[in-house]
C-alpha cells in the first residue's frame, strides 16, 4: 500500500531506526501551490521556516501578474517563492524577459522551474524549457539556480526516449552557461517507478538532485481529478484499488506509505541509495493541511503501523 488512511492503529513499539530515516528523507521538503491567497500564506508563516521554498504552479488560464502577486506575498512573509515559468506561454523573448525581471525587482525571485507548459502550440518563440535556458535570459536576470521537471510515471503526450533526450539537453546546456539544475519530478503514487526512475539517471552518471514530488494529504477524489489532468491516472486508480478507498472516495489519505518506502530506499546514510533527493508536496488538499502534515514528519513526530505506513502526532 503506497497512500493510506490517515488514522490506522500503530504498533506499540516502532522501530526508531525507521522513524529516524523518514524524518531525515523529509528534511530540506519543499512545498508547492496554485495561486495561494494571501491569507493562506499569513497562515504558513506559523508553520514553515524562515525562508523556505513555496513552488508556484504556472496557470494558463490565469494572468501572470497573479503569479508574481502571490510571490511578492509569499517574499514579504519571509518565504522563498519559486515560480514555474511555463515557456510556452510567452508571445516573445521580450515578453519573458519582461516577467524575470518584474519576479526578480518585486519578489526577489532567485530560483525558477522552467517547463514548456500545457500549451499544444506555443504562443511565441519557445517549444520548450531548453531554448529558454538557451536564451541568455537568466544570466541577464541572475538566475544561477533552475529547477526542471522530471516523469518517473512518463508524460501522457511525449514518449520516454524524447524525454530523456530532453532532460540530457536541459542538464547539458544548464552546465555550459554555469546554471545549477534541480530536478522536481511530477506527482506519483507507487515507490517503484520513482526508485527505478532515480536509479536510472545514477546509472547515466547523472547525479543531479532531485526533489520526488508527491500529493500532500487531501482526498481521493481530489487526487484522482488532479492526477487525470496531470496524466498519471492508472497510477492513481490502481492507488485507490490496492487500498480499498475507491469505495470511499471522500475519505482522507496521506502519502505515509510511499515516503516510508523512499525512506527505506534510501537507507544507508545521506541518502545513498538514491543520491541527492528530497521531498516535495503538492498541497492539493491545501496548504496549511499539507505543511503541518510534512513539517511533522520533518520532525519525526510520527507513529509506524503494521500496514507499511504510519501517523503524524500533534505538536
Given amino acids: 500500500m503506497v497512500t493510506t488512511m490517515l488514522h490506522r ?27 495561494p ?50 515557456v510556452r ?19 526577489g525571485v532567485s530560483r525558477l522551474l522552467l517547463v514548456a507548459g500545457d500549451r499544444e502550440e506555443p504562443a511565441g518563440p519557445f517549444r520548450s524549457a531548453v531554448e529558454a535556458i538557451d536564451s541568455g535570459l537568466l544570466q541577464r536576470h541572475g538566475i544561477r539556480d533552475i529547477a526542471i521537471a522530471g516523469y518517473p510515471a512518463g508524460h501522457p503526450r511525449i514518449p520516454p526516449q524524447e524525454l530523456d ?75 485507490a484499488r490496492q487500498s480499498g478507498l475507491a469505495r470511499q472516495m471522500f475519505g482522507r489519505s496521506a502519502p505515509d506509505g510511499l515516503v516510508r518506502a523512499l525512506a527505506e530506499a534510501a537507507r544507508g546514510g545521506a541518502r545513498s541509495g538514491l543520491g541527492d533527493v528530497a521531498l516535495h508536496f503538492f498541497s492539493f488538499g491545501g496548504m496549511a493541511a499539507t505543511a503541518r502534515w510534512a513539517h511533522a514528519v520533518h520532525e519525526g513526530r510520527i507513529a509506524l503501523d503494521a500496514s507499511g505506513g504510519f501517523t503524524v502526532a500533534p505538536p
Fill in 165 to 239: 533526450r530532453a532532460l540530457r539537453d536541459k542538464l547539458d546546456i544548464a552546465a555550459e552557461i554555469g546554471v545549477a539544475v534541480e530536478i522536481v519530478t511530477q506527482f506519483c503514487f507507487e515507490p517503484e517507478p520513482i526508485v527505478a526512475w532515480i536509479a536510472r539517471l545514477r546509472d547515466f552518471g547523472i547525479e543531479t538532485p532531485v526533489r520526488i514530488g508527491l500529493a500532500g494529504p487531501t482526498n481521493i477524489a481530489t487526487l484522482l481529478r488532479y492526477a487525470q489532468r496531470c496524466g498519471v491516472t492508472a497510477s492513481a486508480q490502481r492507488l
Fill in 9 to 35: 492503529p500503530v504498533t506499540q513499539e516502532p522501530p526508531p531506526d525507521t522513524v529516524q530515516r523518514i524524518a531525515a528523507l523529509a528534511r530540506g521538503w519543499s512545498l508547492e501551490a496554485t495561486l
Fill in 37 to 86: 491567497k494571501e491569507s493562506e500564506i499569513t497562515g504558513l508563516k506559523a508553520i514553515l521556516a524562515p525562508a523556505q521554498e513555496v513552488y508556484l504552479s504556472a496557470v494558463p488560464a490565469r494572468d501572470p501578474a497573479a503569479q508574481l502577486a502571490a510571490a511578492v506575498c509569499l517574499r514579504e512573509a519571509g518565504l522563498n517563492p519559486v515560480p514555474h515559468v511555463a
Fill in 89 to 107: 506561454s510567452f508571445a516573445s523573448l521580450a515578453a519573458l524577459d519582461t516577467f524575470l525581471e518584474r519576479m526578480r525587482c518585486a519578489a
